[in-house]
Nanobody, 124 residues
Framework: QVQLVESGGGLVQAGGSLRLSCGSSGRTVSSYAMGWFRQVPGKEREFVAAIRRSGDTTYYGDSVKGRFTISRDNAKNTVYLQMNSLKPEDTAGYYC?????????????????WGQGTQVTVYS
């Protein structure tokens, strides 16, 4: 079992940047493919980005392609989400998740382990 903890959220002006981090206790993140999702109250959780265990392949949601970058440092037991050119519509709670070996990277059902989330608020 793995317990995930996100950090790095906050308040930022449109056009700015933030870097989110996701660490773990229990099993390390190196044991899993990892993903980031986001959610606005009243809406479904949205896929943002994912990365394979090896780090050699990444996946992005259409709304963040070219602006967000997911990466991992297995030696530091951390997964990152670098968010650039932020927009007000990026405002959401951001959640990291650990993926089991089966299932699509894009679906929440492929991720049995979730963090508590970190809030990102982008103002114009």
């Amino acid at each position: 079992q793995v317990q995930l903890v996100e950090s790095g959220g906050g308040l930022v002006q449109a056009g700015g940047s933030l870097r989110l981090s996701c660490g773990s206790s229990g099993r390390t993140v190196s044991s899993y493919a990892m993903g980031w999702f986001r959610q606005v109250p009243g809406k479904e959780r949205e896929f943002v980005a994912a990365i394979r265990r090896s780090g050699d392949t990444t996946y992005y949601g259409d709304s963040v392609k070219g602006r967000f970058t997911i990466s991992r440092d297995n030696a530091k037991n951390t997964v990152y989400l670098q968010m650039n050119s932020l927009k007000p519509e990026d405002t959401a709670g951001y959640y990291c998740a650990a993926k089991t070996t089966t299932g699509s990277y894009y679906y929440t059902t492929s991720y049995p382990y979730w963090g508590q989330g970190t809030q990102v608020t982008v103002y114009s």
